[in-house]
């Protein structure tokens, strides 16, 4: 069993925005789905890191979500700013069982336990450097990392944390994100967001004893990341 991560799919398989107009994602989905195939096996899970589908409701996320079923492995998803789709766990599931999508759950106030690491996260909050940030959102926010960090509990060998907003920038922090993590023993933490000319001003490698690694699907060549 081997853990994979990608986030920023953008999926808009039931929607009408492709990304095939921007440069770099030409052909995106066939080629999400041939280096899925390629590299994730069905024993495998994969964390899907916060904008996964374009849709704005569940049924318009519908295929989105379907595409991926068909995909081997256990998918973890996390919330994204673009993914309007999200509700309530609840209904989410729900929605899940209704239409057979077995291998998709939610990573949400929650922690996955897989081969002994403990997969945590939520989707944190944006912020610009030297601009003051939503605190009530951020606050929130740190309290559902904060659940799912304390969902590991003990047992795991390792707490990993997936973010889909950069709790680093070059310059700049989300210093409650990074204690927070820090605070429970976190080494390394995955985030997406980023694209374009952003991927390569993005903060990655270890700062502080932290590993940051950028795992949008565009600056991974749209090829899940193990981790």
Known sequence: MAIFVIG????????????????????YVQRIRENWLRVVSPDDTVVLAG????????????????????????????????????TTARK????????????????HNNAHIVEGV????????????????DEKVMNRELGRLRASLAAAGEQAREKVVFLHYPPVYPGASAPQ????????????????????????????????GLEYRLISADALRFCPYKI
């Open 177 to 208: 994100v990074i204690e927070l993590m820090r605070s429970f023993g976190v080494r390394r933490c995955f985030y997406g967001h980023l694209h374009g000319a952003s991927v390569h001003a993005a903060v990655q490698g270890v700062v502080d």
């Open 51 to 86: 904008d996964t589908s374009w849709g704005m409701k569940l049924e318009e996320a519908a295929p989105d979500l379907a595409f991926l079923e068909q995909l081997p492995g256990q998918k973890l998803l996390l919330k994204g700013n673009h993914d309007y789709w999200w």
């Open 8 to 27: 920023d799919l953008h999926l808009s398989l039931g929607a009408d925005k492709p990304m095939d107009k921007f440069p770099g994602w030409q052909g």
């Open 118 to 133: 403990a997969l945590c996260g939520t989707r944190s909050w944006l912020f610009e450097p030297g601009e003051p940030h």
């Open 92 to 107: 989410m599931e729900g929605f899940f069982e209704a239409r057979g999508f077995g291998s998709l759950r939610l990573l």
